[in-house]
């Protein structure tokens, strides 16, 4: 690869400057995502919402290198990634980006430890060095003490903690958040995303979550919209505590809090 992928605070690290995706349907050509252009600095906290077939999946496939653009330009801490291989995206998804998804996807026949240690089988990390990874990540998480526990062994949101740790334990830029809370009740979703927050204040992690919530959007210090395949409002929240993210996390846009407005 042309470049070396290393990043500092609050530089450019993901830049999309005219992206488009279409697939073919048929005998139809489907135009996924539309001229996306977007820049995510290091350490940012983004929000992305919109309503079904948006494309907000297909974005953030494509933010993460699981899927190409068919127009336009992804530079990926200035790396041009058009034309890498297919061994060079899975090596910049393993080092770059943590994914976390609604569903756990934890494997049952595992231990907490074992899932977490997943990511390192596909990474170049000695694996003397494994362990002390996956106990730190469980830490980060506040699950250090249930390594040896199994899936079904774990509640809901603890079974999504483990999920983030999986995520983290490679040490990754951008942590990568489809849905997040998708499968929890309000309670234990509003602490994951306190987790998430702290990654991006405590930690530095650029984290993208993708949510139909407003008041889980409301964690972000920016949110985006999209529809139609195009984003159609980038905007900053100016959040100044806790509170002000579950009560009315768009109280800066001018709006009346109301459970029918979805971005």
Excluded at 101 to 118: C, I, T, Y
Excluded at 159 to 168: K, N, P
Aim: charged share 25%.
């Amino acid at each position: 690869m042309g470049g070396k992928l290393s990043s500092v605070q609050g530089e450019v690290i993901i830049e999309l400057s005219g992206v488009g995706r279409n697939y073919v349907n048929g005998s139809n050509q489907v135009e996924a995502i539309k001229g996306i252009d977007l820049r995510i600095t290091k350490g940012e906290f983004i929000g992305i919402m919109g309503p079904s077939a948006s494309g907000k999946s297909t974005l953030i496939n494509m933010i993460g290198c699981m899927d190409s653009p068919t127009s336009g330009e992804y530079r990926l801490k200035g790396v041009n990634i058009e034309g890498i291989s297919g061994s060079e995206k899975a090596s910049i998804r393993n080092k770059v980006f943590g994914f976390v998804f609604q569903a756990f996807h934890l494997l049952p026949e595992l231990d907490v430890a074992s899932n977490v240690a997943l990511p390192l089988k596909y990474s170049k990390i000695p694996k003397k060095e494994w362990e002390s990874m996956v106990k730190k990540a469980l830490a980060t998480v506040g699950l250090d003490e249930l390594g040896s526990r199994y899936p079904d062994q774990l509640s809901g949101g603890q079974q999504q903690r483990v999920a983030i740790a999986r995520a983290l334990v490679n040490n990754p830029d951008v942590i990568l958040a489809d849905e997040p809370t998708g499968n929890l009740d309000s309670a234990t979703g509003q602490s994951i995303m306190e987790e998430l927050l702290r990654l991006k204040e405590v930690y530095q992690r650029t984290v993208i979550v993708i949510t139909h919530d407003s008041k889980i959007a409301g964690y972000a210090e920016r949110l985006i919209r999209l529809e139609d395949g195009r984003i159609t409002e980038d905007m900053q929240l100016s959040i100044t505590s806790k509170d002000d993210r579950l009560i009315n996390p768009f109280q800066i846009s001018g709006e009346e809090e109301s459970d029918e407005y979805i971005l």
